[in-house]
């Protein structure tokens, strides 16, 4: 199946050829950029519109085989010189400030990739966007500013057919993207790779895996503990059928690690956490909040939290963080090896963005000499 180009590629691509544009005075029809997944992207740039102090062009999304509403949509980047307001701005250091216009959500809940108030355009797109640019002045010799603003036009249409709504990211589409590039999502064809890359494991001679559902928690593990899980697995939202395949492959040892937003379903018994399949995380968090005595007031406010990570302040203030994410982790645990018919000792580690480590298992500690010796160290 054919892999498309994320939102956030796009907006970088646009941004990249609306710099040279603006700073070379020669117009681009077509511009290269490097994927954070190491795939390069070569883009067509349309509907160029040059002006003395900024430049504005578009890139046509392309999502591939997968069945992504943004597919065919434009993503517009529209960059001009920041000028100079003061005498005492003359030394700063050289900026590429990056905002949303028209067709590009804006956050107004707390927990988001973005903080209230922001464009919604994540953090790695924003990363890909100021790379692109800073390139092109490198290149030209350009050490001034310049804003980047990216634009949808069918943004707020679009946004409709999303979770932005529900999110409390009004106006129009988020610009997405972590690895630069959409995978298909044909769960078979994803299953397929499951079972091969942990077949490749098990003929290594390994009789433990570490999974993830997908690359926030490969960075959270990176990060935090410095083991790379690239050499492992990345299981999507297939929990189940991946500790089915471990059982059948013959492992004896399973870490789970991922954002609270995903694990909160498995503590529920849930094996599948697309948000198509069920979708009960605030419930499960107002359900263990309720087992260790939180005040009932405070459990109507989780319930009407449209993220995890904005509840897990609430929990906090609550000061029963540690008890109530201890027992998550005991019941996602309990849950996996109910999966796995008892033949697998599992693990797992919590975690949220805006506060990393939130809870892990009585035997994740293990999992850290094992993973370090895996890697000489």
């Known amino acids: 199946m054919r892999y498309g180009f994320t939102t956030g590629s796009c907006a970088?691509?646009?941004?990249?050829?609306?710099?040279?544009?603006?700073?070379?005075?020669?117009r681009k029809t077509e511009i290269a950029i490097e994927t954070?997944?190491?795939?390069?992207?070569?883009?067509?740039?349309?509907?160029?519109?040059?002006?003395?102090?900024a430049v504005s062009c578009g890139v046509e999304k392309d999502g591939g085989d997968d069945p992504d509403v943004t597919t065919g949509a434009w993503i517009y980047a529209?960059?001009?010189?920041?000028?100079?307001?003061?005498?005492?701005?003359?030394?700063?250091?050289?900026?590429i400030v990056i905002d949303g216009g028209a067709g590009v959500g804006r956050v107004t809940r707390p927990g988001l990739d973005q903080?209230?108030?922001?464009?919604?355009?994540?953090?790695?797109?924003?990363?890909?966007?100021?790379?692109?640019?800073l390139e092109v002045c490198r290149c030209v010799d350009y050490q001034g500013s310049l804003q980047v603003e990216i634009s949808v036009p069918q943004g707020e249409e679009l946004c409709q057919r999303t979770f932005n709504p529900r999110l409390?990211?009004?106006?129009?589409?988020?610009?997405l993207g972590t690895s630069g590039i959409v995978e298909p999502m044909s769960s078979q064809a994803l299953l397929d790779t499951i079972k091969l890359e942990l077949r490749q494991r098990r003929e290594l001679g390994f009789d433990y895996v570490a999974i993830s559902p997908g690359n926030y928690?490969?960075?959270f593990m990176r990060e935090t503990y410095g083991y790379d899980l690239d050499r492992s697995v990345k299981c999507s939202n297939f929990?189940?059928?991946?500790?089915?395949?471990?059982?059948?492959?013959?492992?004896?040892?399973?870490?789970l690690t991922g954002h609270i937003g995903k694990l909160i379903k498995v503590a529920g018994g849930i094996m599948n956490t697309h948000s198509k399949e069920a979708d009960c995380r605030m419930e499960l968090l107002a359900a263990f909040s309720i087992k260790e005595q939180m005040d009932s007031s405070k459990v109507r406010e989780i319930l009407d939290c449209v993220t995890t990570e904005e509840a897990i302040p609430m929990i906090e203030e609550s000061g029963k963080l540690h008890q109530i994410m201890d027992r998550i982790a005991e019941r996602i645990c309990y849950y996996m090896e109910t999966r796995s018919g008892g033949k697998l000792k599992t693990d797992c580690i919590l975690y949220a963005n805006g506060f990393g480590e939130l809870a892990k298992s009585k035997g994740a500690e293990e999992w850290f000499t094992l993973l370090g010796q895996e890697q000489g160290r």
Do not use: W
């Open 12 to 26: 970088a691509a646009a941004a990249k050829a609306a710099a040279y544009m603006l700073l070379t005075g020669q």
């Open 36 to 53: 954070p997944k190491g795939i390069p992207y070569n883009a067509k740039i349309m509907d160029i519109r040059c002006g003395e102090n």
């Open 78 to 95: 529209k960059v001009s010189r920041l000028e100079k307001v003061s005498c005492e701005e003359e030394n700063r250091e050289q900026e």
């Open 115 to 133: 903080p209230v108030g922001n464009a919604a355009i994540n953090h790695v797109p924003r990363e890909m966007i100021k790379r692109e640019v």
């Open 168 to 175: 409390g990211i009004v106006g129009g589409i988020s610009i």
């Open 217 to 219: 928690g490969l960075d």
């Open 239 to 255: 929990i189940g059928e991946t500790i089915d395949m471990a059982v059948e492959l013959g492992f004896c040892k399973i870490l």
